[in-house]
């Protein structure tokens, strides 16, 4: 039997899966999270997410939540339910880890 991975918290420190590279493709104009056999093209929102609340710069995820959520004069409960749920899908696709 599987155990489903818990989701992420904002406590959590996230960096980029090795071997995943956020790269910028300027011909296409998108930006994408590339990993050894498998790319992911990035809309706004997942760029901003995944610059705001991964990397070994970032204080933890509640920090990025913070910034996005003055940055998009957002409520806070709001952004923090979507952040946590797309870092949760990007930690189960591999592209991310804590």
Do not use: F, S
């Amino acid at each position: 039997m599987n155990a489903v991975a818990p989701h992420i918290a904002e406590t959590d420190r996230l960096r980029l899966a090795p071997g995943v590279m956020l790269r910028n493709d300027r011909r296409r104009g998108q930006w994408m999270l590339m990993g050894p056999e498998r790319l992911l093209v990035l809309d706004e929102m997942a760029l901003a997410v995944v610059r705001a609340c991964v990397g070994a710069e970032i204080a933890d995820v509640a920090a990025g939540i913070d910034r996005l959520t003055v940055e998009y004069d957002a409520p806070r409960t709001e952004v923090a339910a979507d952040v946590l749920e797309m870092l949760t899908d990007l930690r189960n696709k591999g592209y991310v880890v804590t």
